[in-house]
C-alpha cells in the first residue's frame, strides 16, 4: 500500500477548509481585491465572451453555440412568462444575468483548485457577493415599485385606511404593515445566507468526504450533488428576485378591488340564471 499513500497513511486526513470569504490579494487604499473578486471577473469574462461570440455572426438558421444561447434564453423567457405573465418578460435580463452568474459561479466550486489555491475562489461562496447582490436587488425593485405606484407604495407599509373601519382594524393595518417593512429588509439576510450556506457547506462536504474515502474519485456522486444544488440555488435565488420586482408593481388597492367582484357581489342575471321551462 506504500505507493498509494508515499508519505504514509494518516486517518482521518488534515483537512484544507476554504475561507467563507475571499482572502485579499491585495490593497488600494481602503480597498482589498481578494481572490473571490479575481474568479467573479473570470466569470463575467466567460459569460460575456460566450454571449458575443454566439451572437457576432447571426443567422436565421442558427447552429452551434448560437442554437444553444437561443434554446437557453427562449426557455429562460418561457419560465419568466409562466411566473408573471408577459409583463414580467421586462425582469428577463436580470433574472437570465442573475441565474446564470450564480449557477456558473456555484459550478466552480466542484473545479479542481478552485478554493484550494490562493488566487481563486468561488464568488458565491464568500457571502460579501452574495450580500450585494441581495442589496442591489433589494434597491431595484423598490425601485420599481415607487417608479410604477409613486407614493402609494408606501401603502403596503405604513396603511391608515383601516381606522375608517374603527381604531382595532387600524392599528392591525399598521402592525400589519410594520410585519411587511421588516420582511422585506430581511429578505435581503435569507438572500444571502441560503445561496453562501449551500455553496460553502458544498465545498467543504466535497473536501471532507474526498479526504474520509482516502481517493479523491470515490467522491463523484458528492460532485454531481453539488452540481444539481448548485443549479437550484442558482434559480431559487433567481426566481425570488423576479417575484420581488412582480409583487413590487402589484398595487394592494387594486387587490382589493378585485377582491370586491367576486361572485358573491355580482347580481343574478337571466344568463347566470335561466328561467325554467314549462313541460307541456
Do not use: C
Amino acid at each position: 500500500m506504500g505507493w498509494l499513500f508515499p508519505s504514509g497513511l494518516k486517518y482521518p486526513p488534515d483537512f484544507h477548509i476554504p475561507s467563507p470569504t475571499g482572502e485579499e490579494l491585495f490593497r488600494i487604499g481602503p480597498i482589498g481585491y481578494t481572490n473571490a473578486h479575481l474568479t467573479m471577473a473570470l466569470v463575467i469574462a466567460l459569460l460575456a465572451t460566450i454571449a458575443v461570440v454566439a451572437t457576432r455572426d447571426l443567422r436565421e438558421r442558427p447552429g452551434g453555440l448560437q442554437n444553444l444561447v437561443e434554446l437557453l434564453v427562449q426557455g429562460l423567457s418561457e419560465f419568466v412568462e409562466s411566473i408573471g405573465g408577459k409583463r414580467a418578460l421586462t425582469y428577463l435580463p436580470l433574472f437570465g444575468t442573475l441565474f446564470l452568474f450564480i449557477v456558473t459561479s456555484n459550478w466552480l466550486s466542484v473545479v479542481p483548485f478552485i478554493g484550494q489555491i490562493a488566487f481563486l475562489h468561488s464568488p458565491t461562496a464568500d457571502y460579501h457577493t452574495n450580500f450585494a447582490m441581495a442589496v442591489l436587488a433589494f434597491v431595484a425593485y423598490q425601485t420599481e415599485g415607487f417608479r410604477h405606484l409613486k407614493l402609494g407604495y408606501v401603502k403596503r407599509w405604513f396603511n391608515l385606511s383601516g381606522f375608517k373601519d374603527g381604531p382595532f382594524i387600524g392599528v392591525i393595518f399598521v402592525l400589519v404593515g410594520f410585519i411587511e417593512l421588516f420582511s422585506e429588509i430581511f429578505r435581503m439576510l435569507t438572500l444571502t445566507l441560503r445561496l453562501w450556506g449551500n455553496v460553502f457547506g458544498g465545498e467543504i462536504m466535497l473536501v471532507v468526504m474526498s479526504g474520509l474515502l482516502f481517493l479523491p474519485g470515490l467522491a463523484l456522486p458528492f460532485v454531481g450533488l453539488e452540481v444539481f444544488i448548485g443549479l437550484v440555488q442558482g434559480l431559487v435565488f433567481a426566481l425570488l428576485v423576479l417575484m420581488y420586482f412582480i409583487l413590487a408593481i402589484e398595487s394592494h388597492d387594486e387587490e382589493h378591488e378585485a377582491g370586491s367582484t367576486s361572485d358573491t357581489d355580482r347580481v343574478p342575471s337571466l344568463e347566470m340564471h335561466p328561467r325554467p321551462v314549462n313541460a307541456h
